[in-house]
């Protein structure tokens, strides 16, 4: 079966730091890969995804992600965080067609402090 | 271009009683699925439709049901409500035969907030 490891319930980080978000996943081959953002109240985002070549995507909002498989790792990145990723942010697995059936999961609430 | 819209936006229920809510999909989209999102976990696959059928189910019980109409607007219906239906109720649309870059994409709305007292 198929699953999702978010490590990181909850992250604070200071404006203008860098983060890193961690995703780890359990699937019988290569899925595609997304990272999805929600913000408080909110439906989710899609922020970048995975399907196949270059195992660095870059996303919207200045996110990029690795792919590695040898660790069935797909972590999420930004260089320098605006208080307007103040959010939660759910890393989701899907099988290699287009049947949308998702796996996420729980997330990682990142804070902001100035 | 509208997105996806959901409706309503927040409704309590009490145990016991039924529920419908409705999902409009992005212009374009012919496939919608549906999500559960309890308060601090990610969203739970409940099922996905297409075609005015239901195409892919994950692991709800048969109180969970839904309806996709010709114009791909969809339903889902949950019967005799525990306190443990109470979450955020996701829609998300999508192309059955995508490419470019809304390949594999969903693009979700901003979901039914559902409290069962």
């Known amino acids: 079966a198929q699953s999702v490891t978010q490590p990181d319930i909850h992250i604070t980080v200071s404006e203008g730091a860098s983060l890193e978000l961690r995703c780890n996943y359990s699937?019988?081959?290569?899925?595609?890969l997304f990272w999805y953002v929600q913000s408080p109240g909110q439906g989710l985002q899609l922020l970048l995804k995975?399907?196949?070549?270059?195992?660095l995507v870059q996303g919207i909002k200045g996110f990029e992600a690795e792919f590695k498989r040898s660790q069935s790792s797909f972590n999420l990145r930004k260089p320098s965080v605006h208080w307007s990723d103040a959010a939660e942010y759910f890393c989701?697995?899907?099988?290699?067609?287009?049947?949308?059936?998702?796996?996420f999961g729980a997330g990682t609430t990142v804070t902001v402090r100035a | 271009d509208a997105g996806v819209t959901q409706s309503p936006t927040h409704l309590i229920k009490t145990r016991g009683q039924q529920v419908t809510l409705r999902c409009s999909p992005k212009s374009g989209h012919d496939t919608v699925s549906w999500y559960q999102q309890a308060l601090g976990q990610g969203p739970q696959f409940i099922f996905q439709?297409?075609?005015?059928?239901?195409?892919q189910r994950g692991n709800f019980p048969d109180r969970f049901s839904g309806h996709q109409f010709p114009n791909y607007s969809s339903e889902l219906n949950v019967n005799a409500l525990l306190l443990g239906d109470s979450a955020l109720y996701l829609c998300?649309?999508?192309?059955?035969?995508?490419?470019?870059?809304?390949?594999?994409?969903?693009?979700f709305g901003e979901g039914s907030r559902l409290t069962v007292l």
């Open positions: 995975y399907f196949s070549g270059d195992t």
């Open positions: 699937y019988g081959a290569t899925p595609y």
């Open positions: 989701a697995v899907g099988p290699r067609s287009n049947d949308y059936k998702l796996s």
């Open positions: 998300a649309s999508s192309l059955v035969v995508a490419g470019g870059p809304e390949a594999g994409e969903l693009f």
């Open positions: 439709y297409y075609e005015e059928e239901e195409r």
